[in-house]
């Protein structure tokens, strides 16, 4: 069990364009859902931390306004990459976390995002 | 941010034990230790977690120290799919997670 999606799994776009990236936790419900971006050859970054119902917290220097997470509900989070540059192509991650006094995290697979 | 230093890197022979150490000196009572295996362009994959005693699952073992200030991941044996980046992370309790650069294991036929 502790299975985590993301579609699309690779998505070249436009600059300018927005692009939406769904996470699921496709076998448990999840109390937190994680958003990371990791560059090449770098170590995962956290970009934000939502609840289902609540609004994401952003860490510090990623634009809430650029970067849209809606948490829908306890199996679906997504991410909306708004007016998409160049600088924006990066892999993004989502992690799913069922127990929160572990926070055990369960990756998904993850998103090649290509902004041309 | 509770914060872990591990090794950049180890090698292994293939079919021989490796053990992956972290220091978490900083861990507070609260702080579980997990480790996460990464392989080129995948997501992260969980490994294992513990708190306070040591801990065994189908893919590795986990050693903590007495006083939790560090701890060891053991592959008992090593297989060229077991070749990855390993990170160590404290988490728990709604605390912020925060990735190092892990250490990239690197796996000898």
């Known amino acids: 069990g502790a299975v985590v999606s993301q579609h699309p799994s690779r998505v070249i776009c436009k600059s300018g364009t927005s692009v939406k990236i769904e996470c699921r936790s496709l076998d448990f419900q999840a109390t937190t859902m994680f958003w990371y971006r990791q560059f090449p050859k770098q170590s995962l970054m956290l970009m934000a931390t939502s609840n289902e119902g609540s609004k994401a917290t952003y860490e510090q220097g990623v634009e809430k306004d650029k970067f849209l997470i809606n948490h829908a509900s306890l199996t679906l989070s997504t991410l909306t990459v708004t007016s998409a540059h160049p600088e924006d192509s990066s892999f993004y991650i989502c992690?799913?976390?069922?127990?929160?006094?572990?926070?055990?995290?369960?990756f998904g697979p993850g998103t090649r995002l290509t902004v041309l | 941010d509770a914060k872990t230093t591990q090794p950049n890197s180890m090698e292994s022979n293939e079919e021989e034990p490796v053990h992956l150490p972290c220091n978490h000196s900083?861990?507070?009572?609260?702080?579980?230790i997990h480790w996460y295996r990464q392989l080129p362009s995948q997501g992260p994959e969980y490994v294992i977690h513990g708190l306070t005693s040591n801990v065994n699952n189908r893919m590795a073992s986990l050693a903590i120290a007495e006083d939790r200030k560090s701890s060891t991941l053991i592959l008992h044996r090593a297989t060229l799919r077991d070749a990855a980046v390993y990170y160590c992370?404290?988490?728990?309790?709604?605390?912020?997670?925060?990735f190092g650069i892990g250490t990239k294991l690197q796996v000898i036929p």
């Open positions: 992370i404290l988490s728990g309790g709604y605390q912020k997670v925060t």
């Open positions: 992690s799913a976390s069922r127990d929160s006094q572990t926070d055990t995290q369960y």
């Open positions: 900083t861990i507070s009572g609260t702080d579980y």
